[in-house]
């Protein structure tokens, strides 16, 4: 793909009428989830909400189709009916089959839904969760300390919940001194929203607070820990004893703690099997450094994203420091396993400068590395 011929592409995306009206509705479900909670609307509603209703009526008008009556309709739309299913015009690769902007379950944004507000906005503006590492890595280069921004990240991945104790001993950490106020910042006091009978429940893998449902159940916005099945339940945390909750807020929890987890995963299996492990080296050039007995090198960056369209157009060459031998980008197993296309739509909208960087799933990494060991074996025993 030449320049010219990239440059048309993004601008046939960006000028893309259901593109831009699939991000109106993804940033007005989140508006009112963060205002109201989707299941009591409330006066006034944000400007986003209306924008999104008179865009889709007007969609639905040009396609002859029945438009939604009402902002309740439409938010009912979003948690019912796919987004294959809506009279909009899409590029090819942009939705999956049972796509939906909030949970049939339990009417919460998905986080496709997150995506779709965060990940196909306009290219000049930062995204949330990447101006917060930004400035993590900024100041903890200024102090020259990478073990403090290594145990940053280490406490978005570990603790995105904290109590007012915990608080007061994070922030008694010396080692994360140079980010103390950017932590104060972005934990943010948990809403009255999340509370079951006085108390906040910690999901027991994902460790993000759980969201109180229908029938005292309990929701988890991850979904990796959904399709692993029945939530289990985690800390419960009652205010009165802990003293006030703080949650990391949302575009950290889903685009940083969130693939974190599966990064800690993954480097749990990968010393398991007698490899060396370093977690962001190189002040987070990728996420996990592997060095092999023979001292051969993977760099791996794991990109736990829903919409595999949105991963392709992202993709970018490893960083060539610290040095390694061979690069991968790994996506989770269970988005593959929702999405059968989740591959191919990665590879076909990959930019021409990262032509060559695979994606391969957790399992496959871990599977490749076993063979990897099993021959380096043979080949020193022959």
């Known amino acids: 793909m030449t320049i010219g011929t990239m440059r048309d592409a993004a601008a046939d995306w960006s000028a893309h009428q259901g593109i831009s009206m699939v991000r109106t509705l993804a940033g007005a479900m989140l508006a009112l989830d963060a205002q109201t909670g989707l299941d009591a609307f409330t006066l006034p509603y944000p400007p986003e909400a209306q924008r999104a209703l008179d865009r889709t009526v007007l969609a639905c008008l040009l396609k002859e189709a029945t438009p939604p009556a009402s902002l309740p309709e439409l938010v009912s739309w979003c948690k ?17 089959p049972e796509d939906r902007l909030l949970d049939a379950g339990s009417g919460r944004p998905t986080e496709l839904c997150h995506e779709w507000a965060e990940r196909t906005r306009d290219s000049a503006l ?46 008694s950490d010396l080692v994360l001194e140079p980010v103390h106020e950017l932590i104060q910042r972005i934990y943010l006091p948990v809403p009255d929203s999340y509370l079951h009978d006085g108390s906040y429940v910690c999901c ?23 399709r692993q099945g029945p939530t289990p339940l985690g800390r419960r945390l009652r205010p009165e004893v802990t003293g006030e909750v703080h949650q990391v807020e949302r575009p950290v929890r889903q685009f940083v703690t969130g693939p974190g987890r599966a990064e800690a995963t993954m ?13 962001w080296p190189g002040y987070d050039a990728y996420d996990l450094l592997v060095t092999f007995p023979d001292g051969h090198r993977w760099a791996i960056d794991v990109k736990d994203w829903a919409n595999p369209l949105f ?11 610290p040095p390694y031998d061979e690069a991968f980008w790994v996506v989770p197993r269970h988005r593959v396993a929702a999405r059968q296309d989740y591959i191919p739509v990665y590879e076909r909208n990959r ?10 799933t957790d399992a496959d990494l871990i599977r490749r590395a076993r063979a990897r060991i099993r021959k380096q074996k043979g080949d020193a025993r022959a």
């Open 80 to 96: 019912e009916v796919p987004l294959a299913d809506w009279p909009v015009d899409l590029p090819a690769d942009a939705i999956g």
């Open 126 to 171: 930062t995204f949330r969760d990447r101006e917060i590492i930004h400035t993590a890595l900024r100041l903890c280069r200024a102090f020259g300390e990478e073990e403090a921004y290594t145990a940053f990240r280490g406490l978005l991945v570990n603790r995105p919940v904290l109590t007012a104790p915990e608080s007061f001993e994070v922030l």
């Open 204 to 226: 027991g893998r994902c460790l993000t607070l759980l969201v109180p449902v229908q029938d005292g159940e309990w929701w988890c916005e991850r979904d990796r820990c959904r």
């Open 267 to 279: 480097e749990g299996e990968l010393l398991a099997l007698g490899l060396t492990v370093r977690m």
């Open 311 to 321: 991963l392709g157009r992202s993709a970018r060459p490893v960083p060539p420091e």
């Open 351 to 360: 930019p021409s400068q990262a032509r060559d960087l695979p994606l391969l």
